[in-house]
């Protein structure tokens, strides 16, 4: 009996994933939108679901502080506004532009990635946004890597870092300090991180982020970044 009820449970759940991952897949990518610009308070964009062509979406802007990555403003407007260039890409009939207004006088000075979701889901372009003094330059395009403090990644090291401070996930990055000088401030994919360590391996535009898994460091890979300095 036991397996055979067991049995009906695999069947069941195949067929519930089988008739509903599609349908669900199929509703995200119907789902195109593009963060386009900030201007002053203004962050402008538009969205649009190509499977119910002429409705308006609502949009959530949010804005995320990379030191401290709290959520510093949300704001949710209609994405109704007519526009030229989306009416010629046949984006529907063109009434799907934004604008949200963000009052970054009244946020902490801070640097701040901005990106949109739909209903939860998020769409895919981030947006950078410096306040007061806060500078952003670009150092250009970097290897980023992963490591973690297992024996093989750290060499031993564990959490230790070259720079005495202890390691930790979202923060700590290896660099060559003849490209970044240590102690540098860095926003990479929108994440702020301190530059505390180095590495053997690591050397020129090659950056080595720490996480606190082995697994995660297995799913980071090896990628491509634009790294920015954060001045103050
Ligand atoms: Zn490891």
Redesign the pocket.
Known sequence: MKTISRFVCIILLISIFTIHTPLALASDKAIRGHLDSISGDSISGWIWDSQSPDTSLTVTVTVTNTATGETAAVQSVQADEYRDDLMTKGIGDGSHGFHAVIRWDTLPEAAYSVSISSNGIPLPGTLLHTTGDTKLVSLGSFKTT?????????EGWGRNTSSGALAAAGHTVAVDPRVIPIGSHLLINGVEYIAEDTGGAVKGNHIDIY?N??TE??QHGTRRAEVFLIQR
């Open positions: 992963a490591y973690c403090p297992c024996y093989r990644c750290s996480f898994s082995h460091t297995l």
